[in-house]
């Protein structure tokens, strides 16, 4: 889980954006970047990638906070987010047989899938069929109700086969 003191530096940039920006009601996308961008500078890039995705202490288990991401990713840091995931990849290949994932989607919003749609079908196409095999579950916990919805939209970005090896592996824990 993200410590305080990341949480605390967010929301401190967040506020010095909306107090000097009027927060939009409609069109939000551009602003969301926008603020994204003050929390990247105020906070620092890879301070924040390492509070996103992170092994667990003295496990096998990358834990991925989406309430931390949706603070500060946008398409231009892509790369950099998911180089950093392969790196834990690559580490979880050399000491652990096997690597669980766990993804807290608390506050992710049909909107939020929309904003990070073309993030995701970068990611997933840098990533690409390499490190399948390394990952033993995927836990995706407090999804939203449209979670199950959202998962059958994978299928046209990665392949349905590969779609369908990969939903094997992958457990939904909704949000109660």
């Not at 107090?19 to 602003?31: G, L, P």
């Amino acid at each position: 889980m993200a410590d305080n003191n990341i949480q605390n530096k967010i929301q401190s940039a967040q506020d010095t954006y909306y107090k000097d920006h009027t927060k939009n009601r409609f069109f939000k996308k551009a602003q969301k970047f926008d603020c994204a961008n003050k929390v990247i500078d105020e906070v620092g890039l890879n301070d924040l990638i390492e509070k996103t995705m992170y092994y667990q202490e003295g496990t096998n288990v990358i834990y991925l906070n989406y309430v931390v991401f949706k603070t500060f990713a946008t398409d231009d840091i892509c790369d950099k987010l998911t180089n950093h995931f392969m790196e834990l990849l690559n580490y979880g290949k050399k000491y652990y047989d096997k690597v669980d994932i766990k993804i807290n989607l608390d506050k992710f919003t049909i909107t939020g899938f929309e904003r990070y749609k073309r993030f995701i079908e970068m990611s997933m196409n840098k990533l690409s069929d390499k490190y399948d095999n390394v990952i033993d579950t995927c836990i995706l916990m407090n999804a939203p109700y449209f979670t199950n919805q959202l998962i059958g939209l994978f299928s046209s970005i990665i392949g349905s086969s590969r779609f369908h090896n990969l939903q094997t592996k992958l457990m939904v824990i909704n949000k109660d």
